[in-house]
Antibody, heavy 125, light 109 residues
Framework: EVQLVQSGAEVKKPGESLKISCKGS????????IGWVRQMPGKGLEWMGI????????RYSPSFQGQVTISADKSISTAYLQWSSLKASDTAMYYC??????????????????WGQGTMVTVSS | SSELTQDPAVSVALGQTVRITCQGD??????ASWYQQKPGQAPVLVIY???NRPSGIPDRFSGSSSGNTASLTITGAQAEDEADYYC????????????FGGGTKLTVL
């Protein structure tokens, strides 16, 4: 079964660092981009950034550039999202997602076909 | 603010047809994908590409696109379709990075 399994919920204080993880299984981890999506309480989905574990090519949304770091360790099929100094406004659910690329008679398309279960991050003093 | 615009809320009578729309300039060049999210659950992909459904998604879900508008249509809405729906495509800047619409809450009456 293809799946992404994320690390558990975290409760942190402002200014602390944090690294959450997303482990892929059931497919070739190095052949698909892995992205991260934020969902603040009661709000919509926000795309944060993406990494290609095969060569660690990484792209960030301008809204999150410099605020977080995305990395991956292909030897253990795991992607990471980390903060060096958390803020209360980082309180949210974070999902990792797999991006699948499709080529058919209609041309190219892509989609986030597999989602992790989510990691809730709470930042409070 | 999102570069993809969705109506915040839509309602449909049980068994009727509903269309959820997503507007944005990038949709003239890129397909949208659609995600269903029920309370307390991770989103699920329901439509991708021109009009493709992942395995396990009922055929009452379909997608279409015209100009700068992508649409998700549910033909014969069921109670279990009540959820938030998000479109995703690329932004309109030169980066062409992914962006989500603001989401539409679908209520099945």
């Amino acid at each position: 079964e293809v799946q992404l399994v994320q690390s558990g919920a975290e409760v942190k204080k402002p200014g602390e660092s944090l690294k959450i993880s997303c482990k892929g299984s059931g497919y070739s981890f190095t052949s698909y981009w892995i992205g991260w999506v934020r969902q603040m309480p009661g709000k919509g989905l926000e795309w944060m950034g993406i990494i290609y574990p095969g060569d660690s090519d990484t792209r960030y949304s301008p809204s999150f550039q410099g605020q977080v770091t995305i990395s991956a360790d292909k030897s253990i099929s795991t992607a990471y999202l980390q903060w060096s100094s958390l803020k209360a406004s980082d309180t949210a659910m974070y999902y990792c997602v797999r991006r699948a690329d499709y080529y058919d008679s209609s041309g190219y398309s892509d989609a986030f076909d597999i989602w992790g279960q989510g990691t809730m991050v709470t930042v409070s003093s | 603010s999102s570069e993809l615009t969705q109506d915040p809320a839509v309602s449909v009578a049980l068994g009727q047809t509903v269309r959820i729309t997503c507007q944005g300039d990038s949709l003239r060049s890129y397909y949208a994908s659609w995600y269903q999210q029920k309370p307390g659950q991770a989103p699920v992909l329901v439509i991708y590409g021109k009009n493709n459904r992942p395995s396990g998604i009922p055929d009452r879900f379909s997608g279409s696109s015209s100009g700068n508008t992508a649409s998700l249509t549910i033909t014969g809405a069921q109670a279990e379709d009540e959820a938030d729906y998000y479109c995703n495509s690329r932004d309109s800047s030169g980066n062409h990075l992914p962006v989500f619409g603001g989401g539409t809450k679908l209520t099945v009456l």
